[in-house]
Each structure stands twice: as structure tokens, then as C-alpha cells.
């Protein structure tokens, strides 16, 4: 590769996978090559020596724009629907969505087997 190249998903110690400049839009720098080593800039301004032998990929990461738009105003994030979560949990505000789960109910049979009550699923009933 030639010194200046623009390279993202950078293995720290070979055969671990990448670990450096991962992020949205994340690109790190070569800017050296001596013997076995080469040197390399981070998105921090960091700068790293890792080995040759490990893997890189060419180019920046996609999605460069990701922290530019604007929301407008506090606490709207949290009504984004692309979002999928608030606070951890599942968020489902609407109820197309809960149509979407394809849940099928099931009819139940207790039996009675020396005191002791047992489920066991039958069937579908959908």
C-alpha cells in the first residue's frame, strides 16, 4: 500500500479482526513503513504502530453524515422510529406493529396426572 493511504477496520494483533476505526465515517491514515512495522494515524490523532502482516480494509467507513442532522429539539430523539429502542427495552407505540408479530394462539389441555396438573399444546388453532 502506498504511504497517505485512506484505510478503516484495522487489526490491532493479526488474526483478531479489525478493532481500529470502525465508526461511521471513521478513516485512518499510513503514514510510515519500516521493516516488519508500519505507522499509522487514527481518527483521534493517535498515532499507532501495528504490524504489516495485519489486515486492513481500503477507503473510508460509509454513513458519513450520521451525527449532522438535526432533531430539532429536546427529547425528540426518543420518537425516532428507526430508533427500536428506549431505554433498552422493545419500543412498540403502535398497534400495526403488534399485527406483525404473527402470534398464533394455542389451545391448552390440562391433564390431571396423580395430583399433579400438566400443560401440553394440542394444536394451532390459527
Known sequence: ?????????IEITLGRGG????????????????????????????????SKNCSATVGQ???????????????SKCWLEELGLRFGAPKIL??????????SPVRLVILDVGGVSLKSRVQDLA
Open 94 to 103: 403502535e398497534s400495526k406493529k403488534m399485527t406483525q408479530l404473527h402470534v
Open 19 to 50: 478493532q481500529l476505526a470502525r465508526a461511521a465515517g471513521a478513516v485512518a491514515k499510513l503514514i510510515a513503513k519500516e521493516g516488519k512495522s508500519a505507522t499509522l494515524k487514527l481518527p483521534s490523532g493517535e498515532v499507532h504502530l501495528i
Open 1 to 9: 500500500m502506498p504511504l497517505g493511504t485512506a484505510i478503516h477496520n
Open 61 to 75: 467507513v460509509g454513513n458519513v453524515g450520521v451525527n449532522q442532522k438535526s432533531l430539532g429539539r429536546a427529547g
